[in-house]
């Protein structure tokens, strides 16, 4: 099982496999550098993306990730602001500081080069360091991949780079979890944490999930006061979070479905941050960024407030059933489409609300089952390679359909014929069939029929 502090980390938009991920591996190269002493020798760096990280890295900031990541930022505590002047300044004076008094010519056009006919074996998302030194000598030369959901591995490490614990309740499928539960006579949260207790105490584990929540609510409100008009990129997207949010805070006149409305909003809110490049919560990717605090807002809004009890055991059937997903499917877009992404998220929600709204662990697979079940097959297809359409309307239709899926399991509970384990299997066939037009791209679906026009 992922810890839940590895499945729902802090980054920053647009994408956790073309922004996060690439951002942590120019991390990881340069630690290696200076690890090995040889940062004060290098005189070029250069950085090939390939594969998918090629195709729709300009819209994904995936060249802007890299320099951050060389720069020496990372996700998790990024100063957003002071790393846009960095990079300003970069592109510049094409003059990349390595260390204090070290200085290097980085020219972004010509030292990072979009290889996106070539695609490297064990993933889509390649990417490629290397480091010179002034005799043109390679110091150093280190392939990654981004796997999804910011983790990433090594050529020469296929493993991602997660937390690892000797846990004591392992499980590889939801079969094994249900098994668990019946003979420990635990529920799936008990479980979750006796797992995660081997990594962080249990008091923290319950501040830490807390403090996720804040941040994903922090993202909600920045969303729904946010002063832009349209979100950059070139397709001329509004943003549509604020307007609603006026809306629907002033409107007397609610129908019976305003809850909808709701739920479509705080999505919106939170992928409208996630593709203008603020700070969100990976939940479990972050083109998938808005579903889950979608849902967590609309628990708090409607249902009951969310404590640190609420928050921990959300997060935990949510890693439960989302660790799955990575264990036997994928949640890369580039790997098996936005079924991995959306799909995921959408099914991870709808699990973790069916437990809140007191589901017992039947109910809680039927929940996740259904939510994926009905997003088999969907593509990523994001038009001029930008996180926003469909990304970012598609997580407020799978916030609704996270709810409407619990709901249908806990409140009309039927004996399914289609198991979680099932679907997880049926998503990543699915994706593995898929032709690579339809894995992030941009070379078919909407991104073809749909152009930017610049004005
Ligand atoms: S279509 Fe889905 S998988 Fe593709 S970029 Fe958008 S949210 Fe991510």
């Known amino acids: 099982m992922d810890s839940i502090f590895d499945l729902f980390s802090i980054g920053i938009g647009p994408s956790s496999s073309h922004t996060v991920g690439p951002m942590k591996a120019a991390n990881a190269f340069m630690k290696e550098l200076k690890t090995k002493g040889n940062l004060s020798n290098v005189n070029r760096i250069e950085v090939t993306l390939y594969g998918s990280l090629a ?61 996106g006919q070539e695609y490297l074996k064990f993933h889509p998302n390649g990417i490629r360091f290397q480091a010179f030194d002034t005799g043109n000598t390679l110091l150093q030369a280190e392939t990654f991949y981004s796997t999804g959901g910011g983790f990433i591995c090594t050529a020469d490490d296929t493993t991602p780079k997660i937390t690892t614990s000797v846990q004591p309740y392992p499980f590889n499928s939801f079969d094994e979890l249900a098994k668990i539960c019946s003979c420990s006579k635990m529920n799936i949260v008990e479980v979750v944490l006796a797992n995660e207790a081997t990594l962080t105490n249990e008091d923290k584990i319950y501040e830490k999930c807390h403090d996720i929540w804040l941040v994903m609510n922090e993202s909600v409100n920045r969303g729904l006061h946010s002063q832009e008009k349209i979100l950059p990129g070139g397709l001329n997207l509004n943003r549509r979070a604020p307007e609603f949010f006026k809306r629907l805070t002033h409107h007397k006149n609610i129908d019976s479905l305003n809850q909808i409305d709701w739920l479509n909003m705080f999505a919106l809110a939170v992928s409208e941050e996630n593709a203008r490049g603020n700070r969100i919560v990976t939940a479990p ?83 996740a089952e259904i939510a994926m079940e009905h997003n088999l097959g969907m593509t990523c297809d994001p038009i001029g390679g930008l996180v926003q359409a469909p990304c970012i309307e598609r997580n407020a239709i799978a916030a609704v359909k996270a709810v409407n899926a619990a709901r249908m399991a806990v409140y009309n509970p039927n004996e399914s014929k289609v198991s979680l384990d099932t679907v997880i299997k049926t998503m990543y066939q699915t994706g593995k069939d898929m032709g690579s037009k339809y894995k992030e791209t941009s070379h078919g679906g909407l991104a073809i029929n749909v152009s930017i026009v610049e004005c």
């Open 55 to 115: 195709n729709t890295g300009k819209g994904h900031g995936t060249d802007q990730a890299v320099i951050y990541g060389l720069l020496g930022y990372k996700p998790e505590s990024i100063d957003i602001a002071k790393a846009r002047l960095a990079l300003t300044e970069l592109i510049n004076t094409n003059t990349l500081a390595i260390e204090k008094y070290h200085r290097i010519v980085f020219n972004p056009d010509s030292h990072i080069e979009f290889s």
């Open 285 to 367: 990717t972050n083109g998938a960024a808005g579903i889950i605090p979608s849902v967590l807002s609309y628990i708090n809004q409607f249902h009951l407030p969310i404590t640190r009890k609420v928050s921990t055991e959300f997060f935990a059937v949510a890693t439960a059933i989302g660790s799955l997903y990575k264990k036997n499917a994928s949640i890369s877009g580039a790997e098996v489409g936005c079924q991995g992404e959306v799909g995921v998220a959408c099914s991870m929600a709808a699990g973790a609300l069916a437990h809140i709204l007191g589901g017992d662990i039947k109910a809680i697979e039927n929940a």
